[in-house]
């Protein structure tokens, strides 16, 4: 894995893409250990065994929060749920990210799209690039299929093929189930998953925390443990 220059001049924008991936193109059933004997990516999702209310416990999009993170170079990130959609004939929970340079200008922004089915599995059905770099796409729309984000109850070993297209290929493994991270200017308890990317455009190694009732708090390089991002805040206002 390659730690140079360029790398780290694009790291905000490959961490603000990797915060909340998605999944496109039709790959094949998840490989490794798999989960749960999901079909993951899902080819054909029914709208009735979804739902828009996103209440997981490692990312609840209730209450309308909106979550602060600290990025490299003094850039910062600020996620914030932004109503409800329909993707692929499903109801799904939107959710916005604006990517600010250090001097607060607006260098990023994405809309991505989240249904949770009926056992309490996330899945992301699409994003949607407003402003900077990264790739479209939508469940249903161009072979594109909706992925896993957090299986309801993750394990240890737990894995699976999130994305996979002509331009990037991601695979996710639950890490760890009580990791201690450092977040909101403290110590927090979260779920560990590594997030390996690799495409024309991307080549990385992340690992992302999910602490229970926040949502994710902490993105690491997984090679170094450098800091990528770490939530500061999170506003239920």
Do not use: K
């Not at 009926?118 to 402003?131: C, K, P």
């Amino acid at each position: 894995m390659r730690h140079d220059g360029r790398r780290r001049a694009a790291a905000v924008s490959v961490v603000g893409a990797l915060l909340l991936a998605g999944c496109g193109g039709t790959p094949p059933v998840s490989p490794t250990a798999g989960v749960d004997e999901l079909t993951i990516p899902t080819p054909d999702p029914d709208p009735y065994d979804f739902t828009a209310r996103v209440d997981h416990p490692l990312f609840p999009l209730v209450d309308d929060p909106t979550w602060t993170y600290e990025g490299p170079q003094g850039s910062s990130v600020e996620l914030s749920v932004d109503g409800t959609d329909l993707v692929d004939g499903v109801e799904v929970t939107t959710v916005r990210r604006v990517l600010l340079d250090r001097r607060g200008r607006t260098v990023g922004e994405r809309r991505s799209s989240f249904a949770q089915d009926n056992d309490g599995n996330v899945w992301s059905f699409g994003r949607e690039v407003l402003e900077g770099d990264g790739e479209s796409w939508e469940a249903g729309t161009d072979g594109a299929e909706a992925g896993l984000l957090l299986p309801a109850t993750p394990r240890v070993g737990d894995a699976w093929l999130q994305q996979e297209s002509s331009a990037l290929t991601t695979t996710v493994e639950v890490l760890e189930l009580d990791a201690r991270v450092p977040a909101l200017g403290g110590q927090v308890e979260a779920v560990a998953t590594r997030d390996q990317a690799t495409g024309t455009e991307v080549d990385e190694d992340v690992v992302r925390y999910y602490a229970p009732g926040v949502g994710i708090v902490r993105v690491e390089d997984a090679v170094t443990g450098e800091p990528l991002l770490e939530l500061t805040e999170v506003d239920r206002s």
